[in-house]
């Protein structure tokens, strides 16, 4: 009777005794409906409990237990139970949860102890009660009415344990997974697999903002971050065995979206679908972007970045970004950047060190993409409160084409680039090393070239392309009391550039197939050093080196004996025909550059020199012309200035020539010259010219083009031979010989030459005879005066010769003449006075230095 009142009074019983436990933490069962099948396990039909945070209730559980004595008692109960098997579960929260917090700061280098002793627990941790829940509902507490926010806030899973196996699984409410976990224990270790919606996940964690860490709820769940979504799934193959952690994830169908940026930098939206692998030991972890690479999933690796540029240079011109960075984005219009890693990460917590094969970044452009590898990357990381990390190095590789606003005026092609090269830290600077192939190419360029402040060529020199290689380092040095210390300051280089140009175009001027600049470069920036090679179509037309602080350096550009020949071979556009066959050039400019923007307007010296030339000069033939002449280059002026010799001025003439051959032939031709070049007018003097014509020779003390009104150039002719002279008009029956000298004023009134009281005298005895001369017989029979004046000059030896000369704008040279001398045939004395009338003009004609020549010569020359 006993057993049957306490049996049919079970409920209220049970619930007395437990809630006499339940009390101390303020909780109560507020029903229970129970029974024992004839296993003896306990059938709970129904089961309510009232806690603080939530109401429970439990639906047809079963309760395998040990229904012995021994274990009736309380302190033995617990461990009488064996399976708890539930087959729905309710709880209703009745307030937010709130998880501890530690307040003790977590340090970075602790992470990997930490992470294998939960591990460790994991494993270590046995379940005491098979549990098995088929399902259960979770009503989030929220202080709405609103039934259907309520309803929003109902999660539905499942959860089961037992001593090998653990599954729990979260769905919402419309029955969309949430979360998914399973757990096998296996040979002191342990397999699981986590499956998650990511949008779903953080719809969980935004209703349970207390039970997570304050900054993840700053940076995650916050409702001034409501502006932003994600959506995508993740999944997660475990396996911890051997104190190593193997786990292999796909992160799919990715997508972030922010209203916001970062930093003020706009919209932006992130898109990735990635599958890589973890493996963690104590020391180290590694992730493997390419594992089983016969899995498409691998193959596809990628995060891309959408943005909205104006937004962003807006942010970046915010934060003090540098000039050059922002309007190389305005250049080129950048919307999307993808980032594709590769290979494998490898972090090493002992050392604090990041081992990365690397990614790929690539941008859109606006024919290609823009692509940045990013290959053995070595970072290191500092465990301070904010972790910091700092690369230490990185091999890299840019290609693609830009367009660089600073070249617009040149080209409207965009620039090629194919950037290969390595970036290293080391204690006081960084360095990069530039690697063999690394080229920048422009096409299509129209060079804008000044002569001087005002004088700018028309036609303007055209490029078809124009690539740059470089190879070599740069060092940069950081700006600490320590770089300093060690004189380590500014930029410093050693480089070696390959500069290429096709079809170097110049109308009128030159045309080269391909032109090479090769450069080496060496020392920093306010001491550099910089060698330099000219190459045209093969010759090396000039070196340059220079020299100083790069912002105003010492230049020099100079060639030694350079071949006339191959220069001509250049199809170099002359003022004047040439044909040369031998002969030299050399050449020396120096100086500092000041004016980046007017070379012109830059002190310069200029020293030319050519040797041994040989060839026709329009039509005239040269042999073993020789040239020395030394220029100051300043305020867009090009004068000429006289060599020294020990500090006194030298009087040697500067320009030789061993022959002109013209109607006669001049030798030993020699002069100074003094040239002025300034706005495009050019002033030529010419010092103590002089050589050999006709047997004699000539000199002129000075003369200077273009030609005075005024001032007259003076002819001095000694001893000229007369019957060389009267060789050029190659008349017949009339012999000259003997020599004069004498002195010719030469004029020039802009459009023709004149002479005024020229005058020449004999130098020793000469010969006149006039025979078989069909005019002279014709003027002896007409008349016995010029009969008897003919006869006497068939056969005059004459000791007095002089001859009063002028020329008119004619060209006709009149020569007042007077003979004295002695006929042996006739024996007799003769005194004859002539007035002859030449063309002189003619004459001169034949030396080609006819106005065809002066203007031909000159204004090419301009």
């Given amino acids: 009777m006993v057993f049957a009142t306490v049996w049919y009074s079970r409920s209220s019983v049970v619930t007395s005794i437990v809630n006499n436990y339940l009390v101390q933490h303020n909780s109560a069962i507020t029903c229970i409906e129970f029974t024992l099948n004839t296993d003896f396990d306990l059938l709970i039909n129904r089961l309510c409990i009232d806690t603080p945070y939530a109401d429970l209730e439990l639906i047809n559980t079963r309760i395998k237990w040990q229904f012995e004595p021994a274990y009736l008692t309380a302190a033995k109960i617990a461990e009488s139970i064996s399976a708890i098997h539930i087959a729905s579960a309710n709880v209703r929260a009745k307030a937010d949860i709130s998880l501890p917090v530690s307040s003790t700061p977590q340090k970075y280098n602790e992470f990997p102890i930490q992470l294998s002793q939960l591990l460790n627990d994991i494993v270590q941790f046995t379940v005491p009660v098979e549990l098995d829940i088929q399902a259960f509902s979770y009503q989030v507490f929220t202080n709405q009415q609103n039934q259907q926010t309520q309803q929003k806030l109902i999660y539905q899973g499942g959860l089961s344990a037992t001593a090998e196996q653990f599954h729990f699984s979260l769905a919402n409410a419309k029955q969309e997974y949430v979360f998914a976990l399973d757990l096998v224990r296996k040979q002191q270790g342990f397999s699981a697999n986590i499956n998650t919606d990511l949008a779903r996940l953080r719809s969980f964690l935004t209703v349970h903002q207390s039970a997570l860490p304050p900054a993840l709820v700053a940076q995650l769940v916050n409702a001034e971050n409501e502006a932003w979504s994600v959506m ?25 979206r922010a209203e916001q940026g970062f930093a003020q930098s706009g919209p932006i939206e992130i898109e990735a679908t990635l599958a890589w692998q973890s493996v963690f030991t104590v020391g180290n972890l590694t992730l493997d972007f390419t594992h089983d690479k016969n899995q498409a999933s691998y193959q596809h690796n990628k995060i891309q970045l959408i943005i909205e540029q104006p937004q962003l240079l807006k942010a970046l011109s915010a934060q003090g970004i540098a000039p050059q960075v922002i309007n190389f984005l305005n250049d080129n219009v950048i919307n999307e950047v993808s980032v594709s890693p590769r290979g494998l990460v490898k972090i090493d917590f002992a050392k604090q060190r990041i081992i990365s094969d690397g990614f790929n970044i690539s941008t859109s452009n606006i ?56 970036l290293v830290q080391y204690n006081d600077f960084w360095q990069v090393t530039l690697g063999e192939d690394t080229a920048i190419e ?41 770089s300093q210390k060690n004189n380590i ?144 280059l300043q305020h867009d002026r090009l004068t000429s200035i006289a060599a020294e010799v020990k500090g006194k001025v030298n009087a040697v003439n500067n320009l030789t020539i061993a022959k002109i051959e013209t109607a006669t032939v001049i030798t030993q031709f020699s002069t100074q010259t003094a040239i002025d070049f300034v706005q495009g007018e050019l002033n030529v003097v010419a010092r103590n010219t002089q050589g050999n ?170």
């Fill in 232 to 256: 995508g799934q993740f999944n997660s193959q475990i396996d911890w065995h051997q104190q190593v952690l193997t786990m292999t994830n796909t992160l799919s169908h990715f997508s972030f």
């Fill in 367 to 422: 024919n290609e993409p823009l692509i940045l590898s990013l290959n053995n990357l070595a970072l290191s990381y500092h465990d301070k409160a904010a972790i910091t990390v700092n690369l230490q190095k990185a091999q890299f590789l840019l290609t693609g084409q830009v367009n660089i606003g600073q070249l617009q005026p040149f080209s409207k092609q965009l620039v090629r680039l194919n950037i290969i090269g390595e």
């Fill in 442 to 482: 422009i096409t299509q360029l129209s060079l804008p070239v000044t002569l001087g402040q005002q004088e700018k060529i028309k036609n303007k020199p055209t490029v078809t392309s124009f690539i740059s290689h470089w190879q070599g380092s740069v060092a940069i040095a950081k700006k600490d009391l320590k």
């Fill in 489 to 632: 300051a500014g930029v410093t280089f050693e480089l070696e550039i390959n500069n290429q140009i096709s079809q170097l175009h110049l109308p009128n001027i030159i045309h080269i197939n391909r032109l090479e600049l090769n450069t080496k470069v060496s020392g920093s920036v306010d001491k550099i050093v910089i060698h330099a090679e000219v190459i045209a179509d093969n010759l090396a037309i000039a070196r340059v080196k220079l020299t100083g602080d790069i912002r105003q350096p010492s230049i020099e550009i100079f060639a030694k004996e350079l071949l006339i020949t191959d220069l001509f071979a250049l199809k170099i556009k002359l003022p004047i025909e040439m044909e040369l066959i031998d002969g030299t050039l050399s050449y020396h400019l120096s100086g500092q550059i000041k004016n980046n923007e007017n070379f012109m307007a830059n002190p310069m010296l200029l020293a030319l020199s050519v040797k041994d030339v040989s060839g026709e000069i329009d039509g005239t033939w040269l042999q073993e012309l020789n040239w020395q002449q030394q220029f100051i």
């Fill in 693 to 862: 014509l006709f047997g004699g020779s000539f000199a002129i003390a000075h003369a200077q083009w273009p030609f005075s009104k005024t001032l007259a150039v003076e002819v001095k002719l000694t001893k000229i031979d007369l019957e060389k002279l009267l060789e050029l008009d190659k008349k017949q029956g009339i012999v000259v010989t003997g020599k004069v000298s004498g002195q010719l004023p030469l004029y020039y009134d802009g459009e023709h030459f004149l002479i005024k009281a020229g005058h020449l005298h004999n130098v020793g005895d000469g010969l006149i005879q006039v025979y078989n001369n069909s005019a002279v017989a014709e003027l002896k029979a007409s008349s016995t005066e010029f009969s008897l004046a003919f006869a006497a000059l068939e056969n005059l030896h004459y000791h007095h010769l002089t001859s009063a000369v002028s020329m008119t704008d004619d060209g006709y040279m009149l020569l007042v003449t007077e003979i004295k001398g002695r006929n042996p045939d006739l024996d007799n004395e003769v005194n004859l006075n002539l007035n002859l009338s030449y063309d002189l003009l003619g004459l001169l004609e034949s030396f080609n230095i006819t106005e065809y020549f002066e203007n031909k010569l000159i204004k090419g020359l301009h």
